[in-house]
């Protein structure tokens, strides 16, 4: 399921005809983690089939990560579904804060 959601991703972002000569930012956690070695991989993928150049930008958790992609620092971020939707919805870590 998440593959079928990286491919759907990568697709539409590769359809994307303004962004074709632009560098974007893929937000990351620290060297090391399963979401760098994802974001890493992808960033790969996505400047080898495309004119795209990807600069993975690596941050200390979550927080800050979300707070890139908020304030245009970054324009993508993998992360597990729940965490986002803590973010999304202001909870845990996120308290009174929605991303």
Same mark, same amino acid.
């Given at each position: 399921?998440?593959?079928?959601f990286?491919?759907?991703? @990568? ?40 004119d @795209? ?47």
């Amino acid at each position: 399921m998440r593959s079928a959601f990286a491919a759907l991703g @990568l697709s539409a972002l590769l359809a994307t005809s303004a962004l074709q000569a632009q560098t974007i930012a893929f937000a990351s956690l620290p060297p090391g983690t399963l979401l760098n070695s994802q974001t890493q991989a992808m960033a790969k993928a996505i400047q080898d089939n495309s004119d @795209l150049k990807v600069r993975v930008v690596t941050f200390s958790g979550d927080i800050q990560a979300y707070d890139a992609i908020s304030t245009g620092q970054a324009e993508f971020f993998i992360d597990a579904i729940h965490v986002t939707l803590e973010a999304i919805r202001g909870l845990g870590v996120f308290e009174g804060r929605p991303r």
